[in-house]
């Protein structure tokens, strides 16, 4: 059973930069991955980005290409997404997930989630 935890979120101004983790725990598999999702209020939960454990690579949503980076460390077992260039519409809360099945970006390929960062974007 695999368990997750974010940290990091925060107030940010738009156009600032802010740096959440999530730390995994429980028996996680060598072939699984991770990946970031967010929810705005009323609106469904997203695909932000995602990262293999396999080989390490990576997807990104449209809307966050070039602007956010999902990466890895693999001894403390923690993803992290790195987000630049905040704007308004980045507002939300974001979680992290996990699952066996490597680079996945639809939400019923996870399996565990964790509790959710809220991250805010002010003028």
């Known amino acids: 059973q695999v368990q997750l935890v974010e940290s990091g979120g925060g107030l940010v101004q738009a156009g600032g930069s802010l740096r959440l983790s999530c730390a995994a725990s429980g028996g996680t598999s060598s072939s699984s991955g991770m990946g970031w999702f967010r929810q705005a209020p009323g609106k469904e939960r997203d695909f932000v980005a995602a990262?293999?454990?396999?080989?390490?690579?990576?997807y990104y949503a449209d809307s966050v290409k070039g602007r956010f980076t999902i990466s890895r460390d693999d001894a403390k077992n923690t993803v992290f997404l790195q987000m630049n260039s905040l704007k308004h519409e980045d507002a939300a809360v974001y979680y992290c997930?996990?699952?066996?099945?490597?680079?996945?970006?639809?939400?019923?390929?996870?399996?565990?989630w964790g509790q959710g960062t809220q991250v805010t974007v002010s003028s």
């Open positions: 997930a996990y699952t066996q099945f490597g680079l996945q970006y639809k939400e019923y390929a996870y399996e565990a």
């Open positions: 990262v293999s454990w396999i080989d390490g690579s990576t």
